[in-house]
């Protein structure tokens, strides 16, 4: 038995006549009464009383008819979900995103935005450092993913730069510069004598090596008192005490209460991109709709203007 069986046997039934369930079905009368016949031998049933004014359902048929039709049905339903997965309506898609990336007002905007607009996908998130997410999204754990600056660039993924935001200087609540400057800026000379937590990954520039050159300009080499796998693991640290760091603009809210945030005098070469990975050979389905949402949200912003040096806070 095989599915248009089915559809020829709801037309007969419904038409309570061969020639004219033929006719509906664009097919011919003898062939179509051929498959009927044969749909009987198959089922070994009689699905058909025939009468000289056409068919009526035997008991075998109308419980035949019931099973047909929502095989018939279920067959069409699922043709109809299927054209809304093609067109990325509905099916899964997994983002990925760094916690100085989650941290962006950018980030929380668009997974709303993306779930208000296309309520069929089923979206799961995870957190993790840049490198992670790079490796999930080559691998194919991950759709794509909102970082900061890449820790490395395989072939595979395209990585585009949506926004890019100033840092700050995290200094400690209590903290002699904070409570005799704030809010104005900080010359980066006046942390020479500070200890400093940065973010940094394997192989990763970014904000380690950009703030060494930068500070290395200005006459000194900057004292690391730790070095972190996230950004907000760095800012836990300035909020004890442990020593200064420097992070997107975007992140002064956090620890408020015992982490005050300045901006940089000299800061301009050093910005932070919030970038955004997805594989190059995958960009349709729910991953599509996702990368125009992100890319739509990110031109109704005010980004700040690109400095020259790209920051890589990595987590």
């Given amino acids: 038995m095989e599915f248009r069986h089915l559809r020829y046997f709801l037309a007969v039934a419904q038409a309570g006549h061969m020639t004219r369930a033929a006719e509906r079905l664009g097919i011919q009368q003898p062939p179509l009464s051929l498959q009927i016949k044969a749909l009987e031998k198959a089922l070994g049933v009689t699905l058909f009383h025939r009468h000289p004014k056409g068919v009526t359902l035997s008991d075998a048929g109308r419980v035949f008819e019931v099973e047909a039709r929502r095989l018939v049905d279920d067959m069409e339903a699922m043709r109809t979900r299927m054209a809304r997965v093609a067109r990325g309506e509905e099916g899964e898609l997994n983002v990925g995103f ?15 935005a993306c779930r208000r607009a296309w309520p069929g996908i089923a979206l799961s998130i995870r957190e993790d450092h840049a490198a992670g997410i790079t490796e ?4 194919g754990r991950l759709h794509c993913g909102l970082i900061r600056v890449p820790v490395s660039q395989p072939p595979s993924l395209t990585f ?5 935001e100033p840092v700050l200087v995290a200094l400690p609540g209590d903290h002699a510069l904070a409570t005799r400057r704030r809010p104005k800026a900080l010359k980066l000379t006046e942390l ?3 200890g400093f937590v940065l973010v940094r990954q394997p192989g990763a520039p970014g904000l380690y090596a950009n703030l060494l050159a930068l500070c290395e300009t200005r006459g000194f080499r900057p004292r690391v008192v730790a070095e972190v796998e996230r950004m907000v693991s760095s800012l836990n640290l300035v909020a004890a005490g442990a020593g200064v760091a420097v992070v ?17 005098i000299d800061g ?4 932070a991109p919030l970038t955004l990975v997805y594989r190059t050979q995958d ?32 987590s």
């Fill in 98 to 112: 760094t916690s100085s990336a989650a941290a962006h007002a950018f980030t929380p905007e668009t997974l709303r």
């Fill in 136 to 139: 999930a999204v080559e691998a």
């Fill in 160 to 164: 585009e730069v949506l926004l890019r």
């Fill in 192 to 194: 020479k004598d500070e």
């Fill in 248 to 264: 997107p603009a975007s992140m002064r809210g956090l620890h408020a209460h015992a982490v005050a945030y300045l901006p940089l």
């Fill in 268 to 271: 301009a070469p050093l910005d």
């Fill in 283 to 314: 960009a349709s389905g729910p991953v599509s709709h996702f990368l125009k949402m992100a890319r739509d949200t990110a031109r109704s912003s005010q980004p700040q203007t690109p400095s020259r040096i790209s920051v890589d806070t990595a």
